[in-house]
């Protein structure tokens, strides 16, 4: 939403919440993203396409940094939910960070197409699709996305208030008031915050590039 600044949140799952979980509704699969669909992929976070052209840059280079070396486990691991013409309408995946970490990323659902459990069961495919040993999953998110953030929560997701992720401050603090203000009373008082491990922070600072 236009009226809400962009700033940073970050959250942690340490165990999935299996009763979150739900299938797909009738009509959509799920498919990996190809290679003559990066263009889709890229502009999959932007509701507006004068937006996605302006960020297309940022999201190129997010590309390279990350994934580029690495092209064939990014298209095994990324996620399209399709409709009935195999037409791409939500997307995410969970991807090993710096190597080290357990993120879910780019997590999308067309706005014509929220509101019908697509998100909730893409969610529940990608975290069924991690190992225990891989928890605790994290993940990097917006105001803006308050109901993505609500259906993190269902999942077990908790808020980290560490005021700094790597290079970026987290902006717990002035989020809260945004997301009281937008979510429904109940969702947002199932919020919860918690300190990310040790470790985690140290992998986040390790490195100057941002990788979820």
Known sequence: MSDIPDLNLFMMCRELNRTAMRELPAGYHVRNCRKDELDIWMNFPFDDPAEALQY??????FFQDVYGSKEDSFYAKCLFV????????????????????????????????????????LLSIVMQGVSPDD???????QPSSFRAIKLYADF???LLDDPVIGTRPNDLEQCLPILQAHMPAEAFRSLRTTSAPSSFLEVARSSPKVEF
């Open 82 to 121: 399709c409709d009935t013409h195999d037409r791409p309408v939500a997307t995410c995946f969970a991807w090993k960070a710096y190597d080290r970490i357990t993120t879910i990323q780019w997590f999308k659902v067309l706005k014509e197409y929220e509101g019908r459990g697509i998100g909730r069961a």
């Open 56 to 61: 297309r840059g940022f999201m190129t280079n």
């Open 135 to 141: 928890y605790p999953v994290f993940l990097h998110t």
């Open 156 to 158: 077990g997701f908790e």
